[in-house]
């Protein structure tokens, strides 16, 4: 099979790698190329450059800064932005919380939060997880009670990815515990992270870094008018959201760029002369371009701006070959991959164990991907 995009296409596609490979600046797509973070101002920069070009949030609605795109014009838009390493968009603010409250959130949410959040002059983080309620997050028991006009929150999140640099947070909480199902009697509160109360705690990585936290709610008291929607209706946002997450938790260009490299650094060491290696890179070529076809049958198919169910396919499969390119690029580097510190070693074979081990992560945050084998059994293939 071989897809062809129309003349406009072709030219649209043209467009957006111009302006991705003039406009970010070198130095972060350098980094992102190696594999390494470009931090918080590199992100910020980054994505308020995309912001005053139109190009950060292309799903949104066209009134707060979205583009009026096609599934398959969004896709290229992805694809590009990975194929020239540029630093993606937060995914806290434009894949998750921003449509959020452009489709459930009140016009006074809308007009507070979206515009910053699009240029990133606030940064979210996500308080979902919870240490007795991670794959399982209907069971969360963060509570939030009424007093008077606010809620009271209290409870901890786990997890809380980059929430070291967050603004703000927008946290499920459980407010109607006698609800008939656990699923029902959640609501989203959004709030200041430096509001009394909260207390955020850095855990260390097996790789070294530190890119989550726990995070404490100790009588936090957050005004009722920052409820993201109906109370105890919180799930149906949560789901909306995650369904967001998981579309773009598969990098396929990215991957397909990182596999690339791998395999041009088994040609420069010659480990690709290994028969077993080569036929390693070609299956993952293979299983990559199959990916890539279901990525665009995905977006073809998402209606009304809400994701496919097969959305649950592509953090699976997406998660697993990012993992199986970043262990192929252990083997190629071989015992090189154990330095650190070294000016001898190439910098691509000193970042592959660091990047490999940080990668485990993939098949657990966006929902586990336990979950999401259920959710395909039960969803799409009806068992």
């Known amino acids: ?19 991705f490979t003039t406009k970010v600046p ?48 969004r896709h290229i838009w992805h694809e590009e932005m990975q194929l020239a390493c540029v630093p993606p968009p937060l995914a806290f603010n434009a894949t998750m919380i921003g449509p959020v409250i452009a489709n459930f959130g009140s016009q006074q949410l809308k007009e507070r939060f979206l515009p910053a959040t699009a ?17 399982d997050l209907a069971s969360l028991t963060t509570r939030a009670v009424r007093d008077g006009d606010d809620w009271i929150v209290n409870g901890q999140k786990t997890w809380t990815t980059l929430g070291q640099y967050a603004d703000w947070i927008f946290c499920l909480v459980r407010t109607d515990p006698e609800a008939e199902r656990k699923q029902k009697g959640i609501s989203m509160l959004l709030f200041p992270m430096d509001s009394p109360g909260v ?14 936290n726990e995070v404490f709610f100790s009588d936090v008291r957050v005004p009722g008018d920052l409820l993201v929607g109906e109370e105890n209706a919180g799930w149906s946002y949560a789901k909306f959201l995650l369904g967001n997450e998981r579309v773009g938790v598969a990098p396929v260009a990215a991957t397909k760029r990182a596999l690339a490299g ?32 279901t990525a665009l049958r995905v977006v073809a198919h998402s209606a009304d701006g809400k994701p496919h169910p097969a959305s649950s396919v592509l953090k699976l499969k997406g998660t697993e070959l990012q993992q199986a390119v970043s262990e192929l690029a252990v083997d190629v580097a071989g015992p090189l991959s154990l330095s650190t510190g070294s000016d001898t070693v190439p910098e691509w074979a000193a970042l592959a164990a660091p990047t490999y081990l940080n990668l485990r992560k993939a098949s657990i945050y966006g929902g586990s991907n336990e979950i999401q084998r259920q959710i395909i059994a039960g969803t799409i293939l009806g068992l």
């Not at 995009?5 to 302006?19: D, G, S, V």
């Not at 992100?43 to 398959?72: C, F, K, M, S, Y």
């Not at 240029?119 to 794959?135: K, R, T, V, Y």
């Open 119 to 135: 240029n990133l002059d606030i940064w979210w983080c996500q308080g979902f997880s919870e240490p007795n309620a991670g794959s």
């Open 199 to 212: 207390t955020i705690r850095p855990i260390e990585l097996i790789d070294g870094g530190f890119e989550v």
């Open 1 to 19: 099979m071989k897809l062809r995009l129309t003349e406009e296409e072709t030219a649209f596609r043209e467009e957006l790698r111009t302006f």
């Open 262 to 293: 791998v395999k041009q650094h088994a040609e420069e060491t010659g480990a690709l002369a290994d028969p077993v290696l080569a036929a390693r890179i070609v299956e993952l070529e293979n299983e990559l371009l199959a990916l890539d076809l």
């Open 26 to 73: 070198e130095e972060y797509r350098a980094a992102i190329a190696l594999g390494k973070h470009v931090g918080k101002d590199g992100i910020v920069h980054t994505q308020q450059i995309l912001n005053a070009a139109g190009l950060a949030v292309p799903n949104w609605p066209v009134e707060w800064g979205g583009r009026d795109w096609t599934p398959l014009q």
